[in-house]
């Protein structure tokens, strides 16, 4: 079995500052993929990022970045120079050939 | 336009009385899946299919059948719905494998309420 833990339910971040999501999981697999999704309030899924295991380096999009610790199975996600449309929540997901399996979510609410 | 569809958007229904949400994608994906969120627990795979005629468990496959007989449309049946069935629902579709770097599509998501 695969788990995904978000521990952190809701966050708060000032206009242009940066925010980091943790998300840690655990698989028996050693290849899996990992993804953020957002979800703003119109409850569209949308992908953010996404990470291949057997690649070290840490994946980045435009403002969002991830920091991936295989070892440690870490997979957190940084949204830096923080934008109102970035207020959402935020899914960390696990793949491992078909079966996708989702963290709790972590809220994140940008202030003006 | 590529989209899944979900239809209904919205349903309130009581216990017992059989429904189907369809759910339909126009880009030809192989793969589809239905996912439940709720508050607290994320998003749970409840079944997934690989191709026509194939589908599979997912995590939390209680009280739902699916089918799939057509490339495009893969339904979600709930024979006899109970309250702890209401959830939001979402459909997804991607051309392959996740591990094959194909992106998965999300529906708009079907408001389910079983009084």
């Known amino acids: 079995a695969q788990t995904v833990t978000q521990s952190q339910p809701e966050m708060s971040v000032q206009e242009a500052e940066t925010v980091t999501l943790s998300c840690t999981y655990d698989?028996?697999?050693?290849?899996?993929?990992l993804f953020w999704y957002k979800q703003p309030p119109s409850r569209q899924m949308i992908l953010v990022i996404r990470q291949e295991a057997y690649k070290q380096q840490n994946a980045m999009e435009n403002r969002f970045s991830v920091n991936f610790q295989k070892a440690a199975k870490s997979f957190s996600l940084k949204i830096s120079d923080s934008q109102l449309g970035d207020t959402a929540m935020y899914f960390c997901?696990?793949?491992?050939?078909?079966?996708?399996?989702f963290g709790a979510g972590t809220t994140v609410t940008v202030r003006a | 336009e590529a989209q899944v569809t979900q239809n209904p958007r919205y349903l309130i229904t009581v216990t017992g009385k059989k429904l189907t949400v369809t759910c339909s994608q126009n880009?030809?994906?192989?793969?589809m899946s239905w996912y439940r969120q709720d508050p607290g627990l994320g998003l749970r795979q409840i079944y997934y299919?690989?191709?026509?005629?194939?589908?599979d468990k997912g995590d939390v496959p209680e009280g739902y059948k699916v089918s799939r007989k057509e490339k495009r449309n893969f339904p979600l049946i709930l024979e006899s719905p109970s309250p702890n069935q209401t959830s939001l629902y979402f459909c997804a579709s991607s051309q392959g494998s996740l591990a094959a770097n194909n992106e998965q599509f999300f529906g708009p998501g079907t408001r389910l309420t079983v009084l």
């Open positions: 299919s690989m191709n026509v005629e194939v589908t």
């Open positions: 698989t028996s697999e050693n290849n899996y993929y």
């Open positions: 880009m030809n994906h192989e793969y």
């Open positions: 997901a696990l793949d491992n050939d078909y079966k996708l399996s």
